[in-house]
C-alpha cells in the first residue's frame, strides 16, 4: 500500500441528466436515470472517505451538477472537510441566488463549458436554445463573486474557425484559465467522430492559435491545451496515469479508474457504500488491472516513456486496437498508428455534418 500515493482529486459525478445534448459527451451511451443516482448521504459518506484519504480536490460533476438539490450542501460539508471544492457545469440553470448559495457554501472554482463563440453555432452543437448567452451572463457572475473561473472551450471540425473568438470571449470572461480542449473521442464523441474529427490543417492551425495567444497573453490568461489524439505521435498520460492520481465514482456509486473506464469488459467496479473507497482505490482489481508498467506489452514494455506515458489511454485502446492492454494506436510506435492516421484524415473530409445528440 505504501507505494501507491493517495489520489490527489475525487471526481464526483452526481448524474448523468443535463439539459445540454452535447454530441461529444464523455459519459457512456447507456445513461443512468435519476433513479440509479445515490443519495446525499452516500455521498457525504464519500467526502468524509475521501478526506480522510488525503484528497484534496473534489470536482462536482455530471451530466449537469446543478441538477442537485442538495449541490450546495455536499460543497459546505467537501470545504469543512478541507476540500477545494471545483463545480463543473454547462450553468444554464444558474442564475445568481443559486451562485452566491454555492459560493457561501464555499464554492472556489467554476469550469464552465462553451460550445463555441457565437451563439447560433454554439446553441445548435448542444440543442439547447439559449444556452451560450446564458453561459456568458454566469460566467461574468462568477468572477463578480470572486470565485475563480475556467472557460471550458471544447473545439472540433465544426466549432474550430471560431478558436481566436474564443479565446478573446476567455479574455474578455475575465476567466483566470482556458482549457482549449480538443473533443475526446469516448462514449458520445466516439460515436459522433466521423461528424467531429478536425481535419490535419485544422489541427495544426489550431496549434500554431494557442502559441501565438499564450505568448501574447502571457499571465493574464493561462491557456490548457489538450490535443486531437488521433493526429498526436505520443500518447498523452491520461487521468495521470491509471489508478495514479484521480479516482471517479458514477451517479450509481460505482468507483472508477477513469470515466470511460466501463466500456473495458472483464472489469469488475466496487461501489463506495459496500467497500471502504481506500480499499478499492489501493487493493481493488481494477485499479490495479494497469496500474504501473508491469501490465505492458510491446512496445510499451521496453520503452523509456513507460513510466511517463504509461502506455497512453486504456480506453482509447480497445476503441482503436479491440485490445485494452494494447498499446494506444496514437503512438507512433504503434503498428496501427498509420492506419489511424489515415482513419482520422478520411472521416475528417468525408463531410458528416449531423449529430446524434446525448439524451437520456
Same mark, same amino acid.
Given at each position: 500500500m505504501?507505494?501507491?500515493a493517495?489520489?490527489?482529486?475525487?471526481m464526483a459525478e452526481?448524474?448523468?441528466r443535463c439539459?445540454?445534448?452535447c454530441p461529444?459527451?464523455?459519459?457512456?451511451?447507456?445513461?443512468l436515470?435519476?433513479?440509479?443516482?445515490?443519495?446525499?448521504a452516500?455521498?457525504m459518506?464519500?467526502?468524509?472517505?475521501?478526506?480522510a484519504?488525503?484528497v484534496?480536490?473534489?470536482?462536482?460533476?455530471?451530466? =449537469?451538477?446543478t $441538477? &442537485?438539490g442538495?449541490? +450546495? %450542501?455536499?460543497?459546505? *460539508?467537501a470545504?469543512?472537510?478541507?476540500?477545494? @471544492?471545483n463545480?463543473i457545469?454547462?450553468a444554464?440553470?444558474?442564475d =445568481?441566488?443559486? $451562485? &452566491?448559495?454555492?459560493? +457561501? %457554501?464555499?464554492?472556489a *472554482?467554476v469550469?464552465?463549458?462553451?460550445q463555441? @463563440?457565437a451563439?447560433?453555432?454554439?446553441d445548435?452543437?448542444?440543442?439547447?436554445r439559449?444556452?451560450h448567452?446564458?453561459k456568458?451572463?454566469?460566467?461574468?457572475?462568477v468572477?463578480?463573486?470572486?470565485?475563480?473561473?475556467t472557460?471550458?472551450a471544447v473545439?472540433?471540425r465544426q466549432?474550430?474557425?471560431?478558436?481566436?473568438a474564443?479565446?478573446d470571449l476567455?479574455?474578455?470572461?475575465?476567466?483566470?484559465r482556458?482549457?482549449v480542449?480538443?473533443?475526446?473521442?469516448?462514449?458520445?464523441?466516439?460515436?459522433?467522430?466521423a461528424a467531429l474529427?478536425?481535419?490535419?490543417?485544422q489541427?495544426?492551425?489550431?496549434d500554431?492559435i494557442?502559441a501565438e495567444?499564450?505568448?501574447?497573453?502571457g499571465?493574464?490568461?493561462?491557456?490548457?491545451?489538450?490535443?486531437?489524439?488521433?493526429y498526436?505521435?505520443a500518447p498523452?498520460?491520461?487521468m495521470?496515469g491509471?489508478g495514479q492520481?484521480?479516482?471517479?465514482i458514477a451517479?450509481?456509486?460505482?468507483?472508477?479508474?477513469?470515466?470511460?473506464?466501463?466500456?473495458?469488459?472483464g472489469?469488475v467496479?466496487?461501489r463506495?457504500?459496500?467497500t471502504?473507497?481506500a480499499?478499492i482505490?489501493y487493493?481493488?482489481?481494477?485499479f490495479?488491472?494497469?496500474?504501473?508498467t508491469?501490465?505492458?506489452?510491446?512496445p510499451?514494455?521496453s520503452?523509456?516513456?513507460?513510466?511517463?506515458d504509461?502506455?497512453g489511454?486504456?480506453?482509447?485502446?480497445l476503441?482503436?486496437?479491440?485490445?485494452?492492454?494494447a498499446?494506444?494506436?496514437v503512438c507512433?510506435l504503434?503498428?496501427?498508428h498509420?492506419?489511424?492516421l489515415?482513419?482520422a484524415?478520411?472521416?475528417?473530409?468525408?463531410?458528416v455534418e449531423e449529430f446524434v445528440?446525448?439524451?437520456v
Open positions: 505504501s507505494a501507491i493517495a489520489p490527489f482529486a475525487l452526481l448524474t448523468h439539459p445540454l445534448q461529444y459527451c464523455s459519459n457512456p451511451l447507456e445513461l436515470k435519476a433513479g440509479a443516482e445515490r443519495d446525499t452516500f455521498w459518506a464519500v467526502i468524509d472517505e475521501a478526506a484519504m488525503g484534496l480536490q473534489i470536482h462536482f460533476s455530471g451530466g =449537469e451538477p $441538477l &442537485r442538495d449541490l +450546495a %450542501a455536499l460543497i459546505a *460539508h470545504t469543512a472537510k478541507g476540500l477545494y @471544492a463545480l457545469t454547462s444554464v440553470l444558474l =445568481e441566488a443559486r $451562485l &452566491r448559495m454555492l459560493e +457561501a %457554501a464555499g464554492l *472554482h469550469q464552465i463549458s462553451f463555441g @463563440a451563439a447560433a453555432k454554439a445548435r452543437i448542444g440543442n439547447f439559449g444556452g448567452e446564458k456568458i451572463s454566469v460566467a461574468r457572475l468572477t463578480a463573486l470572486g470565485m475563480s473561473l472557460v471550458n473545439v472540433h466549432n474550430l474557425a471560431e478558436l481566436p474564443m479565446i476567455a479574455v474578455a470572461l475575465e476567466a483566470d482556458l482549457e480542449a480538443h473533443v475526446q473521442y469516448h462514449g458520445w464523441g466516439l460515436r459522433n467522430r474529427m478536425p481535419t490535419r490543417e489541427f495544426a492551425a489550431a500554431a494557442v495567444r499564450r505568448a501574447a497573453l499571465a493574464r490568461l493561462a491557456i490548457d491545451y489538450v490535443v486531437p489524439d488521433y498526436a505521435q498523452k498520460t491520461c495521470g491509471w492520481k484521480t479516482l471517479n451517479p450509481d456509486g460505482r468507483v472508477l479508474p477513469c470515466h470511460a473506464a466501463e466500456t473495458i469488459p472489469l467496479f466496487e463506495a457504500g459496500e471502504a473507497l480499499e482505490w487493493r481493488g482489481a481494477a490495479n488491472a494497469f496500474r504501473g508491469a501490465w505492458m506489452q510491446e510499451c514494455s520503452c523509456a516513456l513507460k513510466a511517463v504509461f502506455g489511454c486504456r480506453c482509447q485502446a476503441a482503436l486496437a479491440g485490445d485494452a492492454s498499446t494506444d494506436p507512433h504503434s503498428p496501427l498509420e492506419e489511424i489515415e482513419m484524415e478520411g472521416e475528417s473530409r468525408a463531410g445528440y446525448r439524451r
